[in-house]
C-alpha cells in the first residue's frame, strides 16, 4: 500500500495490520561531512573520459563588441503635469500630456516604469498618460530623467 504520503503528519499509524513509527523511519538523515577528507565543492565531470572525442574548435569567433548606452537628448519636448479630479469620483488622477514625436511603445513604457515608482495604477490614453493618486513630484523626477521638461500646469 502506499499511504505514506497520507500519514506523515501522525506518529504512529497501521499500514495493514503493521504498526508503523514515522517518526524513526523519517529520522534518518543524510547529512554531508565538513571535515577535510572530502571536498565540499566536487566537479560532477571530474571522472569522465575524454577519449575518442573530436578536439574542441580551435579558433573560436570574437564576441560582437558591447553597446555602449547611449545618453538619451537631454531636450526630448515639454510635458504638462496636470492634477484633475474632474469626473472621477473625487479621486485625483495627474495627467501627462504633450508627448510629440515620441513612439506609443516607448509612452507606454514610460507609464509602466512611473506607475511602478509611485506604486499606483494608471493608463495610457490618446497619447496621454494618466497616473493615479497625486503623484505629481515623483513623476516629474522620472520624466527628467527620461530627458524631457516637465511643468506643473493647472490645479
Known amino acids: 500500500m502506499h499511504t505514506l504520503a497520507c500519514f506523515r503528519a501522525t506518529t504512529t499509524t497501521t499500514v495493514g495490520v503493521i504498526p508503523v513509527n514515522w517518526n524513526r523511519i523519517m529520522k534518518k538523515k543524510l547529512k554531508i561531512p565538513t571535515d577535510a ?6 566537479n560532477p565531470f571530474e571522472s569522465l573520459n575524454l577519449q ?50 515620441i513612439n506609443p511603445a516607448e509612452i507606454s513604457a514610460l507609464a509602466k516604469k512611473i506607475q511602478k515608482s509611485c506604486g499606483t495604477g494608471g493608463t495610457v490614453k490618446n497619447g496621454t498618460i494618466e497616473i493615479q493618486g497625486d503623484m505629481r513630484e515623483e513623476a516629474a523626477r522620472i520624466l527628467k530623467e527620461a530627458g524631457f521638461k516637465p511643468v506643473f500646469a493647472g490645479g
Open 52 to 101: 575518442g572525442l573530436p578536439p574542441g574548435p580551435s579558433n573560436l569567433p570574437a564576441p560582437p563588441p558591447m553597446k555602449v548606452a547611449s545618453k538619451k537628448a537631454k531636450d526630448r519636448g515639454r510635458l504638462d503635469l496636470i492634477r484633475n479630479t474632474a469626473h472621477r469620483g473625487g479621486k485625483t488622477v495627474v495627467v501627462i500630456q504633450g508627448f510629440k514625436g
Open 37 to 42: 577528507s572530502q571536498a565540499l565543492t566536487q
